[in-house]
C-alpha cells in the first residue's frame, strides 16, 4: 500500500511504498511551490518510485489550487516529459 503526503512543516512531499520513501522538497516563492530536489533511495531507483511521487504531487496541485515549478533536473525532466501537468505549472 502507497502513502503520500505534504509534510508543510519540512516542507517535502513523501510518497511512501513498503520500506522505501520517495521526497521531493520544494520551497515556496512568490505563491508558488518550487520543487529544488527528488530523491528516491538508491536500492530503489528504477523502478518508478520518483515518478509515481511527481504523478501525486501533480494530482495534490490541482486539488488544492497550488501551483507548481521545478527547478532540480528531474523535477525539470519530469514537467517536460509529462505536457498534461502545464495546468499546475507557474
Known amino acids: 500500500m502507497s502513502q503520500f503526503r505534504d509534510n508543510t ?3 517535502r512531499y513523501e510518497y511512501d511504498v513498503a520500506d522505501v520513501q ?3 522538497d520544494y520551497m515556496i516563492a512568490g505563491g508558488v511551490r518550487v520543487i529544488t530536489h527528488v530523491e528516491t533511495p ?3 531507483r528504477g523502478q518508478g518510485h520518483a515518478a509515481k511521487l511527481m504523478a501525486e504531487i501533480v ?3 490541482r486539488a488544492n489550487g ?3 515549478r521545478g527547478r532540480c ?5 519530469y514537467f517536460r516529459r509529462h ?3 502545464d495546468d499546475v505549472q507557474a
Open 9 to 11: 512543516h519540512a516542507q
Open 22 to 24: 520517495s521526497i521531493a
Open 42 to 44: 538508491a536500492h530503489a
Open 59 to 61: 494530482a495534490h496541485a
Open 66 to 68: 497550488v501551483k507548481l
Open 73 to 77: 533536473p528531474y523535477a525539470v525532466a
Open 83 to 85: 505536457p498534461d501537468t
